[in-house]
């Protein structure tokens, strides 16, 4: 058995073809997957029943299993427990946000990409854990459609506090839950495209972002894809000896050659990156910080996420107090590098950037 959200829809077409069904069930098949959202074969009403028992003997629709969850204090961030064919958990998140000034009211998924990550960040809940292995493509769409599915059922909306109760639908996905999404590239990149597909779920490109610590040779890659997906990278530091002491990965790919590989990745696509950058108090917060990162991104079409430190079971860094901050983003500001700070939702549920782990501490 396996999942059927491992499958493009090419996959598909070659599958049919392979044992002798007509291929132009693909897209119907598609679409009942993606756009109907079924969860069984036998709701695939149009289709003749030797295709249905085929598909139900040998595929099942989704890979997870959702053995616990919490609702942050606030009502609005959902934290799943999920659990995975062999029996190993991974954490999913849905933050509901309300209007801004900038932005209308949206549902973000928080996703996982990998079992653990083998990365080791100091500061990390999942890094602390260590690897066990990357998701399937399969299990990196399930979770989007777990959560698509209890939106259709209206689950979110009497579940979570919803401002402004006009607005339905998850719209964003981040690829910043538990796992370095571009050490598992190539099933990244085929959930990208299976979730991206306009005949089906069609989530926009651009509602789609993935964060990495900052793998150069797969970023480079990444320029050549041709999907218009928003990038963060995970910098932490401006400068390798500070954040060598907290992204082990620095050692492998320092910041001069993490800088170059953004550069060129503007520079293909034409799109902006987005810096995140954990502060940690006493570690990389001080004017000095602020200058050298000024002094780093100036010039470049980028916009820093300044994150204060989700705390962790095994590690005591502290959130930078409010003045500093405040200096450090007035510091970016003079060499004109845009800042935001980063609205944390679910801390205390651990539900926030770098706190999930596969602890079942609900
Ligand atoms: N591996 C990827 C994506 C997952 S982590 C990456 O590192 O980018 C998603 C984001 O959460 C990253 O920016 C990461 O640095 C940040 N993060 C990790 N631990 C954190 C913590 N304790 N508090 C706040 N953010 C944290
Ligand atoms: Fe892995 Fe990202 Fe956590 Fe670092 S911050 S340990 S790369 S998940």
New binding site residues.
Partial sequence: MNDIYNFSKLEIHSLLEKNNFPTYRTSQIWRYLYKNQVKKFDEMTNISSDLISFLALNFYIGSLVEINNIISKDKSTYKSLFKLPDGKVIETVLMNYPSDNHRKPRKTICISSQVG?A???TF?A??QQGFTRQLTSGEIISQVMYYKNLEKEGFFDSKLKNPEKSYKGVKNIVFMG???PLANYDNTIKAIKSLNDDLGINFGARNITIST?GLVPQILKLADEEIQINLAV?IHAPDNKTRTET?PINKRYPIEMLIDACKKYIEKTNRKIFFEYVLLEGQNDSPEHAKKLGLLLENMLCHVNLIPVNPTIDSEYKRSNKDVILDFQRILKKFRVPSTLRMEKGIEVSAGC?QLANTNNY
Avoid: A, F, I, R
């Fill in positions: 990550c990365l080791g960040c990390c999942t890094g538990m796992g370095e610590v995970s992204v770098g």
